[in-house]
């Protein structure tokens, strides 16, 4: 498909949800259902920003403390909700979800050479592509320390989930000076970026 015309058919998409505000609404409902536990994990997440060697700490924390949507943490603890209560493995697991999300942006910026990420210059363009390739690393880090202490029996699951992002990361930079991606590979990496969204950290089962 042409990219003008793939263009338009995005544009013709955004055009027709701009006024629906289903969507947002419903955030809105979920952030208020888990006020108390999305508070607590920004407080974590704070926090673990600054653990660790400077000046990786500030590239983490200059992405983190941006905010976000937190889509992930809620999605987990509304999955945990489902089948009784946030528990505080729920809650940790729910940090490693965001941690592991905001490290492969860091990532990515670098490799896309991101300029604006949450409102401002990402932190490649802060600190430097190296400075915030270890940021990502150390949120990682930070992510599989969090996850062996609080729910080993899962650590199986996210030291899959955050090994291929580097091979994606390795094939989409070898394109980068590719003009023309084949359908083949595209969908390759829709079906990737599919499966480690709907994968992401499982939160621990409750005894």
Not at 80 to 92: H, I, L, M, W, Y
Not at 125 to 135: D, E, F, K, R, T
Not at 154 to 163: E, K, Q, R, S
Request: proline letters at 5%; glycine letters at 6%; aromatic letters at 2%.
């Amino acid at each position: 498909m042409p990219a003008a015309a793939a263009a338009e058919i995005l544009g013709r998409a955004a055009d027709a949800q701009s006024g629906d505000t289903r969507v947002t609404d419903r955030i809105a409902n979920v952030q208020d259902l888990l006020a108390d536990d999305l508070r607590w994990i920004e407080s974590a997440l704070s926090s673990a920003v600054d653990e660790g060697e400077t000046p990786a700490t500030l590239a983490a924390r200059h992405l983190v403390t941006r905010g976000g949507k937190r889509v992930r943490p809620m999605a987990l603890m509304l999955s945990a909700a489902c089948f009784g209560r946030v528990t505080p493995e729920v809650r940790q697991m729910a940090v490693v979800s965001e941690m592991v999300h905001s490290a492969t942006l860091l990532h990515d910026d670098v490799v896309d050479e991101g300029m604006e990420r949450r409102g401002v210059p990402t932190s490649r363009l802060a600190w430097g592509n190296a400075i915030s390739v270890l940021g990502g690393d150390l949120l990682l880090v930070h992510a599989l320390q969090r996850t062996q202490q609080h729910a080993p029996e899962i650590m199986p699951d996210l030291n899959h989930d955050v090994t291929p992002p580097g091979r994606r990361r390795d094939r989409a930079a070898a394109r980068r000076s590719e003009l023309d991606v084949s359908e083949a590979t595209y969908e390759r990496i829709l079906r990737d970026r599919r499966r480690r969204y709907l994968r992401g950290p499982r939160a621990p089962e409750r005894v």
